[in-house]
């Protein structure tokens, strides 16, 4: 069967194969696309680079623990209508004019196929996801208070991210394709950098490298370091002069990488020690 499209990630994000499979799998069945994975590992960014690499619009639905699953089809503002009938001069009786589609209804009528991302929702109650199930199955959902049924022009592509800080429904799970990103390895993790920063010294890279794996080793740290500070670091090394050598025995600009007060104490008595001399295992050779 030929795929309306293949995505293979962008010149900014790299995508393994599985990853690249999946999304057109996602797309081609027309089913949300659920990815899981610590932070840092690029779930937000996969919206964007599908977006980017298509020529779409993206949509972005940030959820909180107050959100309800209802915001994302539309609001009725019935304050502003309220006070307009107290003190304004519109009518009052068009209701229409008071409601406002939310990130759902967006993509819903949208002029063109959009991409549409909706991130953390295990942020949000358990009830959020199967009260979504509805309107991603069938792509419509009533406005009682005017009357109009909101009928997706084309149907979106949805990427939901999820933490995993809780479990989210089974009945929700069965609609979505899946896929776990993993945290990248030394030699994904070079590809990336390189990506950013392609005149990086080679010497720099190998030692920051290193360094950075020994650092997400350390057992008992609250908040590892992700892709995202790495790539910080790695420029604060660059831009700050540090010799190769001197990264993996100090760990210079630690509080780049290290966001809790236990983690930077825990490492630093780890320094203090000599435990950070301990090798890692070796790292894959790369070239440019």
């Known amino acids: 069967m030929k795929q ?20 057109n799998i996602a797309v081609a069945l027309g089913r949300p696309l659920l990815i899981k994975g610590e932070p840092g590992t690029g779930k937000t960014m996969l919206a964007k680079a599908i977006a980017d690499s298509l020529d779409k619009p993206l949509i972005i639905w940030n959820i909180k623990s107050t959100t309800k699953a209802q915001e994302g089809l539309y609001v009725y503002d019935t304050v502003q209508r309220l006070y307009d009938s107290q003190f304004g001069d519109r009518d009052v009786s068009d209701i ?3 409601i406002k589609l939310g990130k759902l209804g967006e993509a819903f009528v949208s002029e063109e196929q959009a991409v549409l991302l909706i991130d953390e929702i295990d942020k949000a109650d358990l009830e ?11 792509m419509n959902f009533y406005i009682p208070e005017t009357g109009e049924t909101i009928t997706a022009r084309h149907r979106p592509i949805v990427v939901i991210t999820s933490n995993a800080e809780k479990e989210l429904p089974d009945a929700f799970l069965r609609r979505c394709i899946f896929h776990y990103i993993d945290f990248p390895d030394e030699e ?3 590809r ?18 290193k360094a950075f ?35 993996y025995a100090k760990m210079p600009f630690l509080g780049v990488l290290l966001k809790k007060n236990q983690d930077f104490d825990l490492t630093m008595r780890h320094l203090q020690e000599g ?8 790292l894959h050779r790369w070239s440019r």
Request: no cysteine; glycine share 6%.
């Open 192 to 209: 990336i950098i390189l990506v950013h920063y392609p005149d990086l010294q080679e010497r720099l890279l190998t030692e920051s490298l």
């Open 213 to 247: 794996y020994w650092l997400r080793s350390v057992g008992g740290l609250q908040k590892k370091p992700s892709t995202s500070e790495l790539l910080d670091w790695v420029q604060a090394l660059a831009v700050g002069g540090i010799e190769p050598e001197q990264i």
């Open 275 to 282: 435990k950070v001399q301990k090798q890692p295992a070796p």
């Open 96 to 98: 229409s004019q008071y």
């Open 188 to 190: 994904m993790m070079t």
């Open 128 to 138: 959020f996801p199967n009260d979504l199930l509805w309107e991603l199955d069938v």
């Open 4 to 23: 309306p499209f293949a995505f293979d990630g962008t010149a900014k994000y790299l995508v393994s194969d599985d990853l690249r499979n999946t999304v």
